[in-house]
């Protein structure tokens, strides 16, 4: 037999599917079916057993085919595991998960009717998740996806793959630059709190780019589900407690030593312990609620959630700044 890959034509698996040459009955033998081997010029490490509608009913490991008796039966020689399949109109991303999950050599693709129409190997899925994750970083820097490799692909194209995100995060410090101006009076009260800006921005930022790609990480390997929600957030909550305790402290101490000053010191631990905390949870919900949407994940990373964060740094530090020192 030889399978007829036009059905993949306009389908995720086209150019994916390799076809089949031959495939096997229940009854062939182990020496019947090593010598239809020979005689294709095929080494598959694993072998396809359909029925008489070419409907696949079992596998069969060439090494397994290899050690048994010549007079057995492929039938009495097949996995008695559940057969893994990929429909003709699979995700490729589905495609890769599988391999991943069930340590497959190739995975066979079938009809809605269980008909055999081809298969998919182990290297055509290695390049699968090599493409995921390249569109996974590059959506994680907001840089659009590239096809072609990166010497090849033009200054002018990888620059306009890039600056449409770069716009959008620009334009939204805009709002960052309007909180800064609203406390303008504070500035030219006490100069010294525009110096602990970028350390609050900067903070926050990263300690919202490691939640969010712990998180994204778990939920790429199906490590993390939705229904995991509220325990990846509180757990993340508690490790923002103890992390911005850690901080808090040592730039309080810092504070003191520096500038002698008690509430100067009280402001950025407050500032610091809260922004840290917002920043852990923003980075864990995020993720999570955009995969449960149907968006990918990895566009709610480092970029995004960082532009988010330093906002609302700048609004927590000066809103307590004012409190404090009564301004």
Same mark, same amino acid.
């Given at each position: 037999?030889?399978?007829?890959?036009?059905?993949?034509?306009?389908?995720?698996?086209?150019?994916?599917?390799?076809?089949?040459?031959?495939?096997?009955?229940?009854?062939?033998?182990?020496?019947?079916?090593?010598?239809?081997?020979?005689?294709?010029?095929?080494?598959?490490?694993?072998?396809?057993? &359909? @029925? $008489?509608?070419?409907? =696949?009913? #079992?596998?069969?490991?060439?090494? %397994?085919?290899?050690?048994?008796?010549? /007079?057995? !039966?492929?039938?009495?020689?097949?996995?008695?595991?559940?057969?893994?399949?990929?429909?003709?109109?699979?995700?490729?991303?589905?495609?890769?998960?599988?391999?991943?999950?069930?340590?497959?050599?190739?995975?066979?693709? &079938? @009809? $809605?009717?269980?008909? =055999?129409? #081809?298969?998919?190997?182990?290297? %055509?899925?290695?390049?699968?998740?090599? /493409?995921? !994750?390249?569109?996974?970083?590059?959506?994680?820097?907001?840089?659009?996806?590239?096809?072609?490799?990166?010497?090849?692909?033009?200054?002018?194209?990888?620059?306009?793959?890039?600056?449409?995100?770069?716009?959008?995060?620009?334009?939204?410090?805009?709002?960052?630059?309007?909180?800064?101006?609203?406390?303008?009076?504070?500035?030219?009260?006490?100069?010294?709190?525009?110096?602990?800006?970028?350390?609050?921005?900067?903070?926050?930022?990263?300690?919202?780019?490691?939640?969010?790609?712990?998180?994204?990480?778990?939920?790429?390997?199906?490590?993390?589900?939705?229904?995991?929600?509220?325990?990846?957030?509180?757990?993340?909550?508690?490790?923002?407690?103890?992390?911005?305790?850690?901080?808090?402290?040592?730039?309080?101490?810092?504070?003191?030593?520096?500038?002698?000053?008690?509430?100067?010191?009280?402001?950025?631990?407050?500032?610091?312990?809260?922004?840290?905390?917002?920043?852990?949870?923003?980075?864990?919900?995020?993720?999570?609620?955009?995969?449960?949407?149907?968006?990918?994940?990895?566009?709610?990373?480092?970029?995004?959630?960082?532009?988010?964060?330093?906002?609302?740094?700048?609004?927590?530090?000066?809103?307590?700044?004012?409190?404090?020192?009564?301004?």
């Amino acid at each position: 037999m030889t399978t007829d890959l036009s059905v993949f034509k306009g389908t995720d698996l086209e150019g994916l599917v390799s076809p089949i040459t031959f495939s096997l009955s229940a009854n062939t033998t182990a020496q019947e079916a090593l010598d239809l081997i020979r005689s294709n010029h095929s080494v598959r490490y694993v072998l396809y057993i &359909t @029925d $008489d509608q070419n409907r =696949l009913t #079992g596998t069969v490991k060439l090494s %397994d085919l290899l050690i048994a008796d010549p /007079e057995k !039966t492929l039938g009495e020689i097949r996995e008695d595991h559940q057969l893994i399949t990929a429909g003709i109109h699979e995700d490729r991303e589905e495609i890769a998960e599988k391999f991943r999950d069930y340590d497959l050599l190739s995975l066979p693709v &079938t @009809d $809605d009717d269980g008909t =055999l129409v #081809g298969m998919i190997e182990y290297d %055509d899925a290695i390049d699968i998740l090599r /493409e995921e !994750t390249t569109e996974d970083f590059e959506k994680m820097a907001a840089i659009s996806a590239q096809d072609r490799p990166y010497l090849m692909t033009s200054d002018f194209n990888m620059a306009k793959s890039r600056i449409v995100w770069l716009l959008v995060l620009m334009l939204s410090s805009i709002i960052t630059g309007d909180i800064i101006t609203r406390y303008e009076n504070a500035f030219v009260t006490m100069p010294i709190l525009i110096s602990f800006i970028p350390m609050l921005m900067d903070t926050g930022g990263n300690c919202g780019s490691q939640s969010s790609t712990i998180v994204i990480r778990g939920i790429t390997t199906k490590e993390l589900r939705f229904s995991d929600f509220f325990k990846v957030v509180f757990k993340e909550f508690k490790i923002g407690i103890l992390v911005s305790a850690v901080l808090a402290v040592v730039n309080g101490i810092r504070i003191l030593i520096q500038y002698h000053d008690p509430l100067l010191a009280l402001t950025i631990v407050i500032s610091l312990i809260i922004t840290v905390i917002f920043a852990k949870l923003l980075g864990a919900a995020l993720p999570m609620l955009a995969d449960k949407i149907g968006i990918d994940p990895a566009t709610m990373a480092s970029p995004l959630i960082t532009t988010i964060v330093d906002t609302c740094s700048v609004l927590i530090y000066f809103r307590f700044a004012c409190i404090i020192f009564q301004l």
